[in-house]
């Protein structure tokens, strides 16, 4: 009876071994599902790039060159990264119409999927700036008075201050501000798109994108209230005020001129 006593189980034993199995499974989890989820990363990240790569011999390669080399019609997209196709083609500027002095924008023809597709075999040509994320175009808690002197310091000069756009030589302009995504304006920003110098981060660090996308968005946003009257290009009553001394003034000479050839005829008569 003793020997038969040795041998029994404690009654926490099966809860011993239950745990130990657990830990067991949970030890073969971690090891395994990170390798698993990084596999299908890459999987679902080759599929794109091969997706990528037929919507690009389709509507890309006959200007752009088949292997992104480019082409007396255009430029060559190694190294350009997923940023600038994101903006290019987000946008409606590619696939051109016909070239000229600046491709302006227009409709879009691709669906964002297909636009993730295109840029990830562009990225996958060479290194170059990525897509931002919702974080890094976020306004929320920019300085917007700092990004008002920075895009007045970086960017006035050929967007108007207030990001209206504007007229420059040989056919090209600054295109207006108003209505575009956050994303393109980093992206933008980023790239460099024609006949823009490219702000990369060693430049202009993320925090001062965010304070310039904060003032565009203040003073030339969808909810920005104007104080009435025209615009004027946004230069303000100084311009207004001009416009009107030329024209009403104009208009009183034309009248006074109108009236005294009127008495001058009635006279002779």
């Known amino acids: 009876m003793k020997k038969l006593s040795a041998r029994r189980r404690h009654p926490l034993a099966a809860v011993v071994v239950l745990l130990l199995a657990l ?3 949970g030890g073969l989890y971690a090891a395994f599902a990170p390798a698993s989820k990084a596999q299908a990363d890459e999987t679902a990240q080759s599929l794109a790039i091969d997706e990528g790569k037929k919507l690009y011999a389709v509507g890309c390669a006959s200007c752009h060159g088949t292997g992104g080399q480019g082409s007396s019609d255009g430029p060559p997209l190694t190294g350009v990264g997923a940023a600038a196709v994101d903006f290019q083609v987000g946008t409606g500027r590619m696939p051109a119409q016909q070239p000229g002095a600046q491709i302006p924008k227009k409709k879009v023809i691709y669906s964002q999927a297909e636009i993730d597709q295109l840029a990830a075999y562009v990225a996958s040509l060479g290194a170059g700036p990525t897509v931002p994320t919702k974080n890094q175009v976020s306004p929320e808690g ?21 990001g209206e756009g504007g007229a420059l030589t040989h056919g090209k302009f600054a ?6 995504s956050p994303k393109h304006i980093y992206e933008a920003m980023q ?4 006949n823009m110098p490219s702000f990369p981060d060693t430049t202009m660090p993320e925090k001062n994108k965010k304070d310039i996308i904060a003032y565009i968005n203040a003073v030339n946003g969808d909810e920005t209230e104007s104080p009435g009257g025209l615009n004027l290009g946004g230069l303000g ?3 207004e005020g001009l416009f009107a001394w030329i024209f009403g003034l104009g208009a009183l000479i034309a009248v006074a001129v109108w009236v005294a050839a009127r008495t001058a005829k009635a006279k002779k008569s």
């Open 23 to 25: 830990a067991a499974t």
């Open 142 to 162: 920019a300085d917007i008075a700092n990004g008002g002197e920075l895009f007045r310091t970086n960017c006035a000069q050929c967007h108007n201050f207030t």
């Open 237 to 239: 009553p100084v311009s």
């Open 175 to 180: 295109p207006s501000l108003e209505g575009v």
């Open 191 to 194: 790239t460099g798109p024609q």
